[in-house]
């Protein structure tokens, strides 16, 4: 397929598949950044009602910036890697100290943002034609242009991402290949089999993930003692190693006795 019948195809999809979302309607820069990070790792229909409730709650950047972890966390709870919340914060703070990034590279220094967010965040936010790689972008090159192959490189994908994106409009070109990709693994066209950098989420049940989830979400309710805390979640071998890992990541802290989520 060359690239303007794969543009061809991919901008009659569109018309086809579009989803709205609040961060299409308004593809400001706080609405995407808070869409991109919630949206890594987690399902479109879970952050719609979550990216609702967080921007009641932060209707602005400065908003979250001046609030505390704890709240943001508390307003997090039910879209799980609880760390992308502290990012999201951190990045607030920075954002109303050194103003709004307008470049990738200044983009990549916001906690949490790595190149392909950093992508995104110039298609979507600033129409400046950026090439990116995610899970739906994978799956559609994968199934157009890499068929027959047996492993593939996102640094091969790179090169036909760029090749065939359309500069005028990128921000709806991107737009249209997220729904064409998602629309393709529901019909069991993933491919995604077939690239060196994609990894399956590893299940929640039974991970240290899940009792960190349920450590926070106790958190969010009320401080503990590490013995009452203990008798709150699934207090087995993972209990030890997931809180740790939240006092090392500081979603939480220790004063004294208690146990609670970090305020600041």
């Given at each position: 397929?060359?690239?303007?019948?794969?543009?061809?195809?991919?901008?009659?999809?569109?018309?086809?598949?579009?989803?709205?979302?609040p961060?299409?309607?308004d593809?400001?820069?706080?609405?995407?950044?808070?869409?991109?990070?919630?949206?890594q790792?987690?399902?479109?229909?879970?952050?719609?009602?979550?990216?609702?409730?967080?921007?009641?709650?932060?209707?602005?950047?400065?908003?979250?910036?001046?609030?505390?972890?704890?709240?943001?966390?508390?307003?997090?709870?039910?879209l799980?890697?609880?760390?992308?919340?502290?990012?999201?914060?951190?990045?607030?703070?920075?954002?109303?100290?050194?103003?709004?990034?307008?470049?990738?590279e200044?983009?990549?220094?916001?906690?949490?943002?790595?190149?392909?967010?950093?992508?995104?965040?110039?298609?979507?936010?600033?129409?400046?034609?950026?090439?990116?790689?995610?899970?739906?972008?994978?799956?559609?090159?994968?199934?157009?242009f890499?068929?027959?192959?047996?492993?593939?490189?996102?640094?091969?994908?790179?090169k036909?991402?760029?090749?065939t994106?359309?500069?005028?409009?990128?921000?709806?070109w991107?737009w249209?290949?997220?729904?064409?990709?998602?629309?393709?693994?529901?019909?069991?066209?993933?491919?995604?089999?077939?690239?060196?950098?994609?990894?399956?989420?590893?299940?929640?049940?039974?991970?240290?993930?899940?009792?960190?989830?349920?450590?926070i979400?106790?958190?969010?309710?009320?401080?503990?003692?590490?013995?009452?805390?203990?008798?709150?979640?699934?207090?087995?071998?993972?209990?030890?190693?997931?809180?740790?890992?939240?006092l090392?990541?500081?979603?939480?802290?220790?004063?004294?006795?208690?146990i609670?989520?970090?305020?600041?």
């Amino acid at each position: 397929m060359n690239t303007d019948e794969f543009r061809e195809l991919v901008w009659q999809r569109s018309h086809e598949l579009y989803r709205d979302m609040p961060w299409r309607d308004d593809p400001t820069f706080y609405y995407v950044l808070v869409s991109e990070l919630m949206l890594q790792q987690t399902q479109v229909s879970r952050v719609l009602v979550k990216f609702d409730e967080f921007m009641k709650a932060f209707p602005s950047i400065e908003k979250l910036a001046e609030a505390s972890l704890a709240d943001v966390l508390r307003v997090w709870q039910g879209l799980g890697y609880n760390r992308r919340a502290k990012f999201l914060y951190e990045a607030a703070k920075y954002v109303t100290l050194h103003g709004q990034p307008t470049t990738l590279e200044e983009l990549v220094k916001l906690p949490g943002v790595g190149r392909n967010t950093a992508g995104a965040l110039m298609n979507y936010v600033y129409e400046i034609p950026t090439p990116f790689i995610e899970t739906n972008i994978r799956t559609v090159y994968l199934n157009h242009f890499f068929t027959g192959e047996k492993s593939v490189s996102d640094r091969e994908l790179q090169k036909i991402v760029e090749r065939t994106m359309d500069r005028e409009n990128p921000r709806e070109w991107y737009w249209a290949l997220m729904d064409y990709g998602v629309w393709l693994k529901g019909q069991g066209a993933g491919a995604l089999t077939l690239s060196q950098h994609y990894r399956k989420q590893s299940p929640l049940k039974g991970s240290v993930r899940e009792v960190r989830g349920q450590i926070i979400a106790q958190l969010t309710k009320h401080d503990y003692s590490l013995d009452q805390l203990s008798r709150k979640v699934e207090a087995d071998e993972r209990f030890a190693q997931a809180l740790e890992g939240l006092l090392q990541d500081g979603l939480i802290e220790q004063t004294g006795e208690q146990i609670h989520l970090t305020k600041h």
